[in-house]
């Protein structure tokens, strides 16, 4: 089963709007932390925003804002007033723990969702 | 400030060729990751590294091995290469003891088997 679902392959949304990308996740781990990246065409990784599933408030960074529902197990990406600049694919990410000899973390990823920003 | 680097940046193989992709990280950082990246695909797990010494299968082992050589560095061989692993790898690093410091990727390696 996937532990990371995004459900949106791409995404259209016009410029000065905002825009939600859909994340979804299952763990077993009552301690884990959700991310999004965000990978422009020029290929690099870039780190937008995290959500630890403790926190109590969701959390922003800028433009981007995390809606975290954590009974429904849901962490989706909110941009708002969209820019040209934002056209990238996004990626959901979950690291969770797991017990090999002590805690550690593994860091799993979505499929991503390519969005476009019209002019 | 180097973050994290790997090496080389592009590489094209023969199918049967052997090849290592070298990561090193100046963070400090405990853990480490290997990755690929296919069309469609997203970024799938190949090997991950808690510490120095430790390696664990990802969701994508087969046909790859690891090497966590010291903290800084964590390699990925191809011991014979096939057309199926035609892609781009990216290896991470993150600081395991806290949950919530994200992962630093490096550039990327495109791989074409040929």
């Known amino acids: 089963a996937q532990k990371i679902t995004q459900t949106q392959p791409g995404m259209f949304v016009q410029e000065k709007e905002a825009v939600t990308l859909d994340c979804t996740y299952d763990t077993s781990d009552p301690s884990y932390g959700l991310f999004w990246y965000k990978q422009p065409s020029s290929g690099e990784m870039i780190f937008l925003i995290y959500?630890?599933?403790?926190?109590?408030q969701n959390a922003t960074e800028g433009r981007y804002s995390l809606n975290f529902q954590k009974a429904r197990k849901s962490a989706n990406l909110v941009i708002s007033a969209s820019q040209l600049g934002d056209s990238a694919m996004y990626f959901c990410?979950?690291?969770?723990?797991?017990?090999?000899?002590?805690?550690?973390?593994?860091?799993?990823f979505g499929k991503g969702t390519l969005l476009t920003v019209n002019p | 400030n180097a973050g994290v680097t790997q090496t080389p940046k592009f590489q094209v193989l023969k199918t049967g060729q052997s090849m290592t992709l070298q990561c090193a990280q100046d963070?400090?950082?405990?853990?480490m990751y290997w990755y690929r990246q296919d069309p469609g695909m997203g970024l799938r797990l190949i090997y991950y590294?808690?510490?120095?010494?430790?390696?664990d299968k990802g969701e994508v082992p087969n046909g790859y091995n690891v090497s966590r050589l010291n903290k800084r560095e964590f390699s990925l061989r191809l011991e014979s290469a096939a057309p199926s692993q035609t892609s781009v790898y990216f290896c991470?690093?993150?600081?395991?003891?806290?949950?919530?410091?994200?992962?630093?990727f490096g550039q990327g390696t495109r791989l074409t088997v040929v």
């Open positions: 991470a690093s993150s600081e395991a003891a806290s949950r919530v410091t994200e992962a630093f």
């Open positions: 959500q630890g599933s403790y926190d109590q």
């Open positions: 990410a979950m690291r969770e723990a797991y017990y090999s000899g002590g805690s550690n973390y593994k860091l799993t």
């Open positions: 590294s808690a510490s120095e010494g430790t390696t």
């Open positions: 963070m400090n950082h405990n853990s």
